[in-house]
């Protein structure tokens, strides 16, 4: 099974920088994505990471280390517009369907 | 247009009513699946399906079910529906099971 855990909520002040890290226990591991949630709204795709090391989009970054479980989505130069739930979710292996396991969810509540 | 669309978005039942939500797209994908999200729990895997004729149960599908009537349609059923089914409820699709389209979501209400 999968198991992800990541920070319930953060806050973080206009024009900063927040990192939120995302754990997981897998055991299949096929990828992992971070999406992005608009209260309200549907999620949409922000990244993906299958091998270590750094993805850089924009304002936003992934990392990925496979031996330690972890990832983190770094948002750079916050925007009032940034404030939004951010889901991690890790993709299983083919064999069992490729499928999606989400995390509960980081709340960002970015402050003037 | 919207490529992934829900119906209804908002909907008020009662326990032991029947009631099916419906997703359909237009991106052509053949991968279709049903999420229910509630909050502190992210998303959580109710059904998925990689064609008309291959339908599979995720992680939550005690008492629902679901008919994937076309490469376009999937249907999520609850056929009796009690109160802590009362979340949001997501379709999406994918075509290669990478990156997946989100519909904007059913708000069921189960009083």
């Known amino acids: 099974g999968q198991n992800i855990d990541q920070p319930t909520e953060m806050t973080a002040t206009e024009g900063a920088i927040v990192q939120i890290n995302c754990t997981y226990q897998t055991s299949g591991f096929n990828g992992l994505f971070w999406y992005q949630q608009h209260a309200g709204e549907a999620p949409t795709f922000l990244s993906y990471?299958?091998?270590?090391g750094l993805e850089e989009k924009g304002r936003f970054s992934s990392f990925l280390s496979r031996s330690k479980g972890y990832s983190y989505l770094l948002l750079k130069e916050l925007q009032m517009k940034d404030s939004a739930s951010y889901l991690c979710a890790v993709r299983a292996l083919k064999a069992a369907g490729n499928k999606l396991t989400f995390g509960g969810g980081t709340r960002v509540l970015v402050k003037p | 247009d919207a490529d992934v669309t829900q119906t209804p978005r908002n909907r008020i039942t009662k326990t032991g009513k029947r009631i099916m939500l419906e997703c359909s797209q237009t991106k052509g994908h053949d991968r279709m699946y049903w999420y229910r999200q509630d909050p502190g729990l992210g998303l959580r895997l109710i059904y998925y399906?990689?064609?008309?004729?291959?339908?599979n149960k995720g992680e939550i599908s005690d008492g629902y079910s679901v008919s994937r009537q076309a490469q376009a349609k999937f249907s999520l059923s609850l056929e009796s529906a009690i109160p802590n089914q009362t979340a949001l409820y997501f379709c999406?699709?994918?075509?290669?099971?990478?990156?997946?389209?989100f519909g904007p979501g059913t708000r069921l209400t189960v009083l």
């Open positions: 990471n299958v091998l270590d």
């Open positions: 999406a699709t994918s075509e290669t099971g990478f990156e997946q389209f």
């Open positions: 399906s990689f064609d008309v004729k291959d339908i």
